[in-house]
Every structure is written in structure tokens, then in C-alpha cells.
């Protein structure tokens, strides 16, 4: 069935550092991959995205890489600070029939910048 | 910036009592969605819902589990007899639909069956 795995479950850099976590997915027929930002006690933050017709995608400190062959996808965070402390998923998106759609989430990795 | 509300942030209920979840979606989105993320967990689809009707369930999504959109602004969640195994975060979600796919997350509304 659908299922993303995401590595690693726990990261733990210095500021200043970089941060990369992986994923990759099952649904060959997933077409955009989402990557959401947890803080504690709050909802999913939509960070970066990107659509499986691009490889890679920049904003700022932060940028996403897609190998579709591989069904790989990755979040790199340059310059790390503190306030990136968060837990991390990514998801991919299974496009239905009729314009609907849901995400598949991954299990979350844990950062920690410390100072 | 719009965003998603949800209410209320934390409901405690007993085994057996029904509950229902409140949300009001970004107000031109046309999709709407509950997750659900136990403690520790990842977060799971439940039910997407677009022109007043469900559109996909997942298999946590049984019979005791509904949703409705009420009027133009609310989205809700039902759980006719909750169990304990319901505790967990509730997220809605919304997204426009309109050739784009992003899914804006609320707050969430913690629920803890006693």
C-alpha cells in the first residue's frame, strides 16, 4: 500500500550546522511532496513543497530535492538555528480521481539546534 | 494571513460520549480534510470532504465518525461513541483546489477519552 519512511527519526546539529533529512515513497503515482514544520502544540507548518516535474527547489535556508526514479525526496536546512528546533514530516500526495487528494505522511524526525 | 481555526484546543470526554469537532477553514478554500495524530505518531488521513460530500475515508473513518459542513464557514467532526483509543490531535485541513495542492493545517484540538 501507500507508505512514506522518513529518516532520520531524531537529528541533533550545532547552530550553524546543516540539516538533511530523506524520504522516500511508495506510490509511483504521487505527484507533489509536501514538508511541514511541528512545533509543539501546534498544527502542521507548510515550509517547502515541491511537484514532481522539478528536482529541486530553494527557499532561503532551506531547499527540497526530488528523484522521482528513485522516489526519493529530501529537506536540506542550511545555517541551522535554534528556532529551527521542530519536529519534521514530510508527506507525498496521492492525486484520486475527481481532483481529490490526501498526503501520506511520514513518521516525523525530531531537530535539534543546539547553541 | 487566513488561516484555519479549530475549537475547542482541548476536550476531555468520557467512553461512550459524543463529541464533535469544530473547524473553520482559509474561507475561499473548496477542499476540506481531518488528521489525526495520536502521541508520538504520525499524522493519518481520515476523510476528505469537497462540494458536501465525503470524497475519500480511511479505514479509521468508520460508522462512528461523521463530518458536515453546517454553513459557509464551518467544518465539523463527529464521534457518535468515543473510545479510548480516540484520544489523539484532531487537525483540519483546507486547501483551495484550484490547481494547486498545498493543505493548510489548524491548530489542532486535543482529545482525551477518559
Not at chain 2, 493519518?44 to 454553513?71: A, G, H, T, W
Not at chain 2, 467532526?77 to 483509543?85: C, P
Request: aromatic share 12%.
Amino acid at each position: 500500500g501507500e507508505n512514506v519512511e522518513q529518516h532520520p527519526s531524531t537529528l541533533s546539529v550545532q547552530e550553524g550546522d546543516s540539516a538533511v533529512i530523506k524520504c522516500t515513497y511508495s506510490d509511483s503515482a504521487s505527484n507533489y511532496f509536501p514538508w511541514y514544520k511541528q512545533e509543539l502544540g501546534k498544527g502542521p507548518q507548510l515550509i517547502i513543497d515541491i511537484r514532481s516535474n522539478v528536482g529541486e527547489k530553494k527557499d532561503q535556508r532551506i531547499a527540497v530535492t526530488l528523484n522521482k526514479t528513485a522516489k526519493h525526496f529530501s529537506l536540506h536546512i542550511t545555517e541551522t538555528q535554534p528556532e529551527d528546533s521542530a519536529v519534521y514530516f514530510c508527506a507525498a500526495l496521492r492525486l484520486l480521481s475527481g481532483g481529490y487528494n490526501k498526503l501520506i505522511f511520514g513518521a516525523g524526525t525530531r531537530l535539534a539546534v543546539h547553541p | 494571513e487566513p488561516e484555519v481555526t479549530q475549537t475547542p484546543s482541548h476536550q476531555v470526554t468520557q467512553m461512550g460520549q459524543e463529541v464533535i469537532l469544530r473547524c473553520v477553514p482559509i474561507s475561499n478554500h473548496l477542499y476540506f480534510y481531518w488528521y489525526r495524530q495520536i502521541l508520538g505518531q504520525k499524522v493519518e488521513f481520515l476523510v476528505s470532504f469537497y462540494n458536501n460530500e465525503i470524497s475519500e475515508k480511511s479505514e479509521i473513518f468508520d460508522d462512528q465518525f461523521s463530518v458536515e459542513r453546517p454553513d459557509g464557514s464551518n467544518f465539523t467532526l463527529k464521534i457518535r461513541s468515543t473510545k479510548l483509543e480516540d484520544s489523539a490531535m484532531y487537525f483540519c485541513a483546507s486547501s483551495d483546489g484550484r490547481g494547486t495542492y498545498e493543505q493548510y493545517f489548524g491548530p489542532g484540538t486535543r482529545l482525551t477519552v477518559t
